[in-house]
């Protein structure tokens, strides 16, 4: 049951609560980077930037406008598309913690674990590459990270109700996308 | 047993969150925000019309570089977007700004929207409409575009908008109803 299930009124006030936080969505960042990166490095170092970017962005969470999780996926998101576009630019010097100098065998052995699980969903969002950007943004943090649609909207910035007319067209459009599996066209939608 | 990465960086934030100030800083949280959104098409849906009076004497906008790198802009009067264009340019931010008559809207969409959430929040400030941007942020293919319009036609009483960036080329603003704009509908 999900009744009474209460974020607490500010996750973000203040050290305690970010680590509580930072412990809260550990798991579901390091699988969510590792759907979208293949390299265990990288899923370290974006996962990290990931919370440094939401330490540093806190002030903007406002807690009763939507949930800390569709706030962090969006911050999640960002981090990401930085990134790719810093590649894209040839890797311009940007400082950055970097994260990869924390990592032991052990933790090597299982982010390439969480990887290879993730092939699926990799797969998956290879077939959603064609879709125009806004549809494929929901379809990917619905479908794929198995947010709500509330929480999606959150994340991208848009409203619920323009997040169904979208999830409703990008659904009609996978249909008829060889190899795209029942499930993935109808699963949370 | 080793200490895994999660606990690894746990400790890293910890030193890094001791570091930040926790105090609420109220120049960075805005009492009301006005509208915070992502896309343009979003934006149009939730543009929000406030009351600000606004002062005579005040210039009609202000753009000041932050020493984080960031710049501020605040407006105060929708007159003479064209300069606001050219003035952010100057701080490396290509823009386009269009002030649109109360009920009217540019025809959606005007281009590629890129989904940024929370990058650039809207907010009004006691007398005036402000937001930030990181030139940084802005791809070298991407603009920052911003639409006000004004309740009645008169820039003095109450305004609402949007912000958002499009990659790409932005498409002139076409002034189409505000319900016929091409924007869904729930």
């Known amino acids: ?189 | 047993m080793t200490v895994s990465f999660r606990d690894k960086l746990l400790e890293e934030l910890r030193a890094e969150a001791a570091t930040v100030p926790w105090e609420p800083r109220p120049a960075r949280r805005p009492a009301r925000p006005l509208v915070a959104v992502a896309g343009l098409a979003a934006a149009v849906v939730v543009a929000v019309a406030v009351v600000v009076p606004l002062m005579s004497d005040t210039p009609a906008f202000a753009v000041v570089k932050n020493s984080d790198g960031t710049v501020t802009v605040r407006i105060n009067e929708f007159v003479r977007p064209k300069e606001l264009e050219q003035r952010l340019g100057e701080e490396g931010v290509r823009a386009v700004i269009d002030y649109v008559p109360h009920g009217q809207t540019c025809r959606e969409p005007r281009g590629e929207i890129v989904p940024q959430p929370d990058r650039m929040p809207l907010r009004r400030a006691e007398d005036s409409i402000d937001f930030s941007v990181d030139p940084e942020d802005f791809g070298p293919d991407e603009t920052l575009v911003v639409q006000m319009h004004s309740a009645n036609g008169d820039p003095v009483k109450s305004h609402g908008g949007s912000v958002g960036v499009i990659r790409g080329p932005v498409a002139p603003c076409e002034l189409v109803p505000a319900e016929f704009s091409g924007v869904e509908r729930e």
Request: aromatic residues 4%; charged residues 30%.
């Open chain 1, 1 to 189: 049951m999900r009744l009474n299930e209460v974020e607490p009124a500010d996750p973000l006030a203040g050290t305690q609560a970010f680590e509580t936080f930072y412990l809260r969505h550990f798991d579901a960042m390091t699988r969510f980077v590792a759907r979208r990166v293949t390299d265990p490095h990288a899923v370290a170092d974006l996962t990290a930037e990931t919370f440094l970017a939401a330490l540093h962005s806190r002030d903007t969470y406002r807690p009763g406008r939507g949930s800390e999780t569709g706030w962090l996926y969006g911050v999640a998101r960002n981090v990401l598309s930085l990134q790719r576009r810093r590649s894209e630019r040839e890797a311009r010097a940007v400082e950055r913690v970097v994260a990869r100098r924390l990592l032991d065998g052990d933790d090597i052995a299982d982010l390439t674990d969480r990887i290879d699980a993730e092939e699926p969903a990799r797969r998956a969002l290879s077939a959603m590459a064609d879709l125009p950007e806004g549809e494929r943004a929901l379809l990917e943090l619905v479908v794929i990270d198995q947010l709500t649609v509330a929480e999606a909207a959150q994340a991208l910035g848009i409203r619920v109700g323009t997040a169904r007319v979208r999830l409703h067209r990008a659904r009609r459009t996978l249909r008829k996308v060889p190899g795209v599996t029942a499930a993935l066209v109808t699963e949370g939608l």
